[in-house]
């Protein structure tokens, strides 16, 4: 029989991976049914592609398992999905491949540089503490510290920890000073030192004393036993004591007083002592309590005042 020869072109059945699905017709033994898959259908893992099925005239498409072959020249741990790992003395060649292409001069170059490297960014202990280096940070960390720290005599004002200490202790002072609170009685050449330690302390002193320049009243004036003082903070930082009552001796006024009163026009003279009148006072001011007192006397029908 001749041959004869026919010019065709074999066409298969293609078409969607959800008509096919829809569809689902059970293909003929051999019959192939060419499926594209779009991305993201989820049919399989590398989406999108064209995929093959072939029937065996008895299952469903969804039934048939796509088409698929195995590479002869690949082994298996190759499309593994976990690679296995390898030691270095597994690999076949390793110790000649270093040898030729990974010189001893290039690996002690390396490291030099790196060692370089390290001791440019650590620095040394005489770096200034504006240097790029760990000891420049060291050292600019351990002036800023100092800086907030600052030393013991740093005044109230000052941007430091001192500075808002002393700022504190005087505060504190300050209101110590307003505080009074009774110490007992003393001799005068017993009182205490002056200091923060006696601050608001009020002593009554059992003996007659003059001031001296450690009073706020300043030194010279003259007070009786029974007088009390207290230790108050004069200004910021200074101590002194502070007379609070007392008796002041007015017996050298008797002869004023006495000169003033015309006693053949006065009758008995009841308050006539001033140093009587000046022990029922509590002001330690002498010349203001001369200058305000008024000296009562009976002179008959009338009153005469001093």
């Not at 600052?150 to 920890?161: K, R, S």
């Not at 500075?163 to 307003?178: H, N, P, R």
């Amino acid at each position: 029989m001749a041959d004869k020869t026919f010019n065709v072109r074999v066409q298969m059945k293609y078409d969607t991976y959800a008509n096919w699905e829809e569809n689902n017709p059970t293909l003929k033994a051999g019959e192939i049914a060419v499926v594209v898959v779009p991305a993201q259908a989820g049919a399989v893992a590398n989406e999108p592609a064209i995929l093959m099925k072939v029937g065996d005239g008895t299952k469903a498409f969804n039934d048939l398992e796509f088409t698929s072959s195995v590479a002869a020249d690949v082994y298996a741990w190759a499309k593994a999905k976990n690679k296995p790992t390898y030691a270095a003395t597994e690999i076949e060649g390793l110790d000649a491949y270093v040898d030729t292409h990974i010189s001893s001069s290039d690996a002690f170059d390396k490291k030099g540089s790196a060692d370089a490297a390290k001791a440019a960014v650590i620095g040394n202990d005489s770096d200034a503490s504006s240097a790029d280096t760990v000891h420049g940070a060291k050292k600019y960390t351990d002036e800023a510290k100092a800086a907030v720290i600052g030393a013991q005599g740093d005044a109230a004002g000052a941007n430091t920890i001192y500075g808002a200490k002393k700022y504190a202790d005087d505060k504190i002072d300050a209101k110590l000073g307003s505080v009074y609170a009774p110490a007992g009685s003393v001799a005068f050449a017993s009182l205490p030192e002056l200091s923060k330690a006696v601050l608001g302390k009020v002593y009554n002193v059992s003996d007659d004393f003059t001031t001296t320049a450690s009073f706020v009243e300043g030194a010279g004036k003259k007070y009786s036993a029974g007088t009390n003082v207290v230790c108050v903070l004069d200004g910021s930082s200074t101590y002194k004591w502070d007379v609070l009552s007392g008796f002041v001796d007015l017996t050298k006024y008797d002869t004023e007083l006495a000169k003033k009163v015309n006693k053949s026009d006065c009758g008995d003279i009841i308050t006539h002592n001033a140093s009587e009148f000046a022990a029922k006072s509590h002001t330690h001011d002498i010349d203001a309590l001369t200058q305000t007192a008024v000296v009562v006397f009976d002179c008959g029908s009338s009153t005469k005042n001093v």
